[in-house]
């Protein structure tokens, strides 16, 4: 039971990051200039006062060492399968990436792809074992539902990996003026945001299925 509640932090603690996070970004702006998920990177969410964002890298501190203590727990539960115990360790990992994606910005954007990438890659693989323990353990531990979850959402983050869009998805335009360009969608920027909430996703999956 004390995984569902560690989890149920988690995800609490998820919410009130980016809660927390969009009204201090919003402070004082107008409403066409605020914070879009579809074109704003996760590192563009913060403000310009210091206080600010130390209360928000601190919720975000907070929410990666919740994720590492629940993938943890998971970890040295005795009696599961060695895949789940590399579900585990990804899942720690992934954490820290998911750091690296509010962090590290565009300045240089080959260490902020590599993360990005990397991150979205362990997703898929997650999902992809989330998809195949049950059948691996015959629907011991798991319901059928999970395998099913799992592999629709492993094909879905496939696709959208492979979309022809995205070869030139870190590349921001520029107008005459020099100003970036993104549009009323920037793939880079969406498929992190979509990417965040499935890693979220998966720790609901997860809770549920203690149930």
């Known amino acids: ?10 995800i609490v603690v998820f919410i009130c990051s980016i809660v927390i996070g969009l009204l201090i970004t919003n402070q004082g702006k107008e409403k066409k200039n605020r914070y879009n998920f579809l ?4 590192y563009e969410m913060g403000s310009r006062s210091p206080k600010l964002n130390l209360v ?3 919720v975000l501190a907070l929410f990666c060492g919740v994720c590492s203590i629940s993938s943890i727990v998971i970890l040295f539960v005795d009696g599961i399968y060695l895949l789940e115990k590399v579900l585990s360790l990804l899942l720690i990992f992934n954490s820290f ?17 590599a993360n990005s990438i990397s ?26 539902w999970i395998s099913i979850v799992g592999f629709i959402i492993f094909a879905m983050m496939i696709f959208l990996l492979l979309l022809p869009c995205v070869k030139n998805w ?12 993104r549009g009323k969608i920037f793939p880079l920027a969406a498929l992190e945001w979509v990417n965040i909430l499935m890693y979220i996703l998966i720790f609901v999956i997860l809770t549920i299925n203690y149930f």
């Open 39 to 42: 074109i704003n990177f996760p």
């Open 1 to 10: 039971m004390k995984e569902i509640y560690i989890n149920i932090v988690l």
């Open 97 to 113: 990436l998911l750091i690296g994606l509010f962090l590290l910005n565009m300045n240089n954007y080959k260490i902020h792809l």
């Open 170 to 181: 870190y590349m921001l335009k520029k107008d005459d003026e020099g100003n970036m360009i």
């Open 119 to 144: 991150f979205m890659v362990i997703n898929s693989i997650s999902y992809f074992l989330i998809g195949y323990l049950p059948l691996r353990n015959n629907f011991t531990f798991y319901p059928l």
């Open 56 to 58: 928000f890298r601190l």
